[in-house]
């Protein structure tokens, strides 16, 4: 569902899905990758199902602070999804050639420091939900990234450069292509390198942007 929008906008072809109803143990990441994880090596996505289940009690209780009441099911199904898509963001970084735009070298992505890799993946779901609009995946996206470690946030910066450089936030996912073509160009060792970078190649990022990727969008804006 979700992670279709993937494919619409950026021509991403969703990698396999592995579902795991077996203990499925994170211990070092942030929720998202609890809940699931990407494999790079094998180019696969994992859904963690016993964890999710076990996250909606608490996540319905926080979600009526949000002033969500959402039944066990509908939780389940806006949770699940929004893992999907945080699992299929990192593919899509990993992997995506955005129709030739930026064609990945596969190697480059174990060099990315998770520092940028976590921020990044965050934006590109959230540019989705804004494009989107859903207010209610919205709100369960708020509550869960709420719980996440605090580098995750990082993703508000990228948004609050381009909301500086005058970008709509339901535009933002255009941006996503020459982000994710920066961040595999160099390798970024933190996210304010990183952020430092986005300032001081913005022409070049705007550039890109504005003339070079074009092919999904194009057939997007026909499509509506
Ligand atoms: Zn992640």
Not at 46 to 64: A, D, N, P, T
Request: hydrophobic share 40%; charged share 30%; proline share 4%.
């Amino acid at each position: 569902m979700l992670a279709f929008e993937l494919y619409e906008l950026f021509g991403y072809v969703p990698r396999p899905e592995l579902l795991r109803c077996d203990e499925c143990e994170k211990k070092d990441e942030g929720i998202w990758d609890v809940l699931g994880y990407y494999v790079p090596r094998m180019e696969i996505v994992v859904l963690c199902e016993s964890k999710i289940e076990g996250e909606i009690g608490e996540l319905r209780e926080r979600l009526k602070k949000f002033g969500l009441d959402l039944n066990e099911r509908e939780t389940w199904l806006a949770l699940r999804e929004l893992v999907r898509l945080h699992e299929h963001s990192h593919a899509l970084i990993h992997v995506c050639d955005f129709y030739g735009f930026s064609a990945p070298n596969r190697e480059w992505y174990v060099n990315l420091s998770p520092s940028v890799n976590e921020p990044l993946t965050e934006f590109v779901a959230w540019s989705i939900l804004q494009h989107i609009k859903d207010m209610v995946l919205m709100r369960v996206f708020e509550a869960v990234d709420a719980k996440s470690p605090t580098f995750y946030h990082n993703w508000k910066e990228i948004k609050d450069i381009l909301v500086s450089k005058g970008v709509k936030e339901s535009d933002q996912f255009e941006w996503v292509p020459p982000m994710i073509k920066l961040a595999r160009e160099e390798e970024w060792r933190t996210f304010q390198e990183f952020k430092r970078g986005v300032e001081e190649h913005w022409d070049e990022i705007s550039k890109m942007h504005n003339e070079e990727w074009t092919p999904t969008w194009v057939a997007w804006k026909v499509r509506k």
